[in-house]
């Protein structure tokens, strides 16, 4: 489905992708945009479901804040239980597709138990299942986007499949809004039609995605899995600290909204719209800031993304005006995804040899996605203890406090991509 992006049988150990440029001096591989597509579908089943869960929380089933923040810290954290072993799994077998597929296919049947369930425990435990889906597939699907792209455009290509990915962000909560104005408290409906799209999003993958370049010699398999000093490169571990370190001071989108709602400014079933502002100004960044990432440098990109996240905790943390404050908080959002989502799978995929690719970029988003694990559930607590706003500004200080030294650790990878 993909065509290969350079002529001849490559080099043992040698990464194919970095071999030559693009066939037709083609940036971005047709597989990058069928997965593109995967994402598409697959989005607005998870995020017509994600937009009304914490409103749904908070609201219809009168969980707290902190209760609230457990189950936050699940579907943040939860998926890091597997993606390491899937993104191994994937370098061992050399068959990313089929890992990822395994990952679609259990959040398609976690859309299945949004049905049937409705106390506390039992949605945490779905949104467990689906996570776990999502962990299972992200590192096999991203090392599939960074080995089909030659290294100058690597995170334009990833930009590329964020933006589609992105619209289905866009689609989803809109979505979730209209059958929520049509049918009040129609929280099954949402579900129903979150998961005809899980569905359409596995069999595209099944049927239109194939496993590897049809025009090139397949990769070969790593019959005894990756070697972990290759992932263990000094480079990749600068990038696991600080991809850790900021991770802890990334709290979750819900949280965010929440606090921009008990402001006050708009009414409770606008709730959804909210993921909506976010999804549009990452929509819009997406590509240009992939362009940026490759030409100034990616790990640069990566950490200075972080000040717009800043900036918006100060917006919806601060006594602003509503309505600005509110469409300044979603639009920061915006940019610090665009900045920062597909580029931290952009340089873990470059900093190790290709062997190990998949087990990098998982590497990269386990941390990640502990980190806020563990940022969820203590900003539960600290929401408690301060209240909303007081809360968002005390992380936005400490997030200020480790953006340059973070910087200073990430820089020489930059330099180091630059040298080859």
Not at 56 to 85: E, H, K, N, P, W
Not at 212 to 229: D, L
Not at 256 to 267: D, M, N, Q, T
Not at 303 to 308: E, K, M, Q, S
């Amino acid at each position: 489905m993909y065509v290969s992006l350079r002529q001849g049988a490559p080099a043992p150990g040698s990464d194919p992708a970095a071999a030559a440029p693009p066939a037709s001096g083609r940036r971005v591989a047709p597989v990058v945009v069928t997965l593109g597509l995967v994402s598409l579908l697959t989005d607005i089943s998870s995020e017509s479901v994600a937009a009304i869960l914490p409103l749904y929380l908070t609201v219809g089933l009168g969980v707290s804040t902190l209760a609230y923040g457990l189950i936050d810290a699940v579907y943040q954290g939860v998926s890091a239980l597997v993606r390491i072993a899937a993104g191994w799994s994937a370098d061992r077998s050399g068959h990313p597709k089929w890992v990822a597929l395994i990952g679609y296919a259990l959040s398609c049947v976690a859309r299945v138990g949004f049905l049937l369930t409705t106390g506390v425990a039992a949605i945490a435990a779905v949104v467990a299942v689906d996570r776990v889906g999502k962990g299972i597939r992200s590192a096999p699907r991203d090392a599939m986007i960074s080995a089909a792209t030659a290294p100058q455009h690597t995170a334009y290509a990833f930009g590329v499949h964020r933006s589609l990915d992105t619209v289905g962000a866009v689609i989803g909560p809109v979505l979730a809004f209209a059958i929520l104005w049509w049918i009040p408290d129609g929280y099954l409906a949402v579900m129903v039609v979150s998961l005809g799209f899980a569905v359409l999003g596995v069999v595209l993958l099944g049927l239109f995605v194939e496993d590897r370049p049809a025009s090139a010699p397949a990769r070969p398999s790593v019959p005894h899995g990756p070697r972990w000093r290759d992932v263990a490169a000094p480079g990749m571990v600068r990038l696991l600290v600080v991809a850790g370190v900021l991770g802890l001071l990334s709290v979750g989108d819900g949280f965010v909204y929440l606090a921009l709602l008990e402001r006050g400014g708009f009414a409770a079933h606008w709730f959804p719209l909210l993921y909506v502002g976010t999804s549009v100004a990452y929509l819009l960044l997406a590509l240009p800031m992939g362009r940026l990432a490759d030409r100034y440098g990616r790990a640069r990109t990566l950490v200075l993304g972080h000040l717009a996240l800043l900036a918006a905790y100060v917006a919806a943390g601060a006594p602003l005006a509503a309505a600005p404050g509110t469409l300044l908080a979603l639009a920061l959002l915006g940019i610090f995804y665009a900045a920062t989502d597909g580029v931290l799978a952009a340089v873990a995929g470059r900093v190790v040899v290709p062997a190990v690719r998949a087990s990098a970029i998982a590497s990269a988003q386990t941390v990640v996605a502990v980190a806020r694990m563990a940022s969820s559930a203590g900003f539960g607590l600290l929401w408690f203890w301060l209240g909303p706003g007081t809360a968002l500004l005390v992380v936005a200080t400490a997030l200020g406090a480790v953006l340059v030294p973070a910087l200073l650790a990430l820089a020489p990878l930059d330099r180091e991509e630059a040298a080859r």
